[in-house]
């Protein structure tokens, strides 16, 4: 399931995540990727520790923290703290690769699952060419490439890219989601039944069989989530 999150980010928090990274230093981003992804990445990322990724670490959760659309399709039970990178020169591109399943949030023991891959764009679409994420899964690749503040959630299973910039800058931000409903099959009937009650809610108000649904969705939440 690929979810597309918009205006994640208001104007003002867009400016000043802007600023941030503009002032940053940028490190090779192969310090931290495994052996295979090592082997096709080429960008350029933060340093996690650094003041300036901790600064849009706190921007960035609380914007997720308030948004409805991020935890009906995401079903946080974890979320590893934001990196953030940049495709830009002769650091470009990400082949093909899958993320770890595995990750350990920096500088303590603690362990999340990665089960959502996210993707935050800080680039507008004409800020740069090429870059576009592309997600491959059973019904072909997809072709993502978002406004500024807008982001993109999909499996974390699934193999991706990220195509050659080869003019401008692409800078985003990345992070993996541990959540409460493990499978990817699973989260999308519980998005489609919440999306769908939503609709009716708006339409027909709290009827009786409206209410039944709500009750069917919490009742299946209730059997599959892990907290």
Same mark, same amino acid.
């Given at each position: ?17 802007? =600023? ?16 295979? =992804? ?12 650094? /003041? ?20 009906? =399709? ?46 935050? +764009? ?13 997600? /491959? ?36 931000? +990345? +992070? ?49 989530? /892990?907290?």
């Amino acid at each position: 399931m690929m979810i597309h999150v918009p205006q994640v980010l208001t104007s003002e928090e867009l400016a000043q995540c802007r =600023a941030i990274l503009e002032a940053s230093n940028w490190l090779d981003g192969r310090d931290t990727a495994g052996s295979q =992804a090592a082997l096709v990445k080429r960008n350029l990322q933060l340093p996690e520790q650094s /003041e300036a990724s901790q600064s849009l670490q706190a921007i960035v959760l609380a914007a997720l923290n308030r948004n409805a659309l991020f935890f009906t =399709a995401a079903l946080p039970k974890k979320i590893l703290p934001p990196y953030f990178n940049c495709y830009t020169g002769e650091m470009n591109t990400f082949g093909n690769h899958v993320d770890g399943s595995i990750r350990t949030v920096p500088g303590t023991t603690q362990r999340v699952r990665s089960d959502v891959s996210c993707t935050l +764009f800080f680039s507008d679409p004409e800020d740069y060419e090429g870059g576009e994420l592309v997600v /491959e899964d059973t019904f072909g690749n997809h072709r993502v490439k978002l406004p500024a503040g807008d982001m993109i959630l999909y499996p974390s299973s699934s193999v991706h890219r990220v195509e050659p910039v080869t003019q401008g800058a692409r800078v985003a931000s +990345f +992070f993996w989601t541990e959540s409460m409903v493990r499978e990817d099959e699973r989260r999308r009937l519980l998005f489609d039944l919440d999306m769908n009650i939503l609709a009716l809610r708006q339409q027909i108000g709290d009827t009786p069989e409206v209410v039944k649904m709500t009750s069917t969705y919490h009742n299946l939440l209730r059997m599959w989530a /892990e907290t």
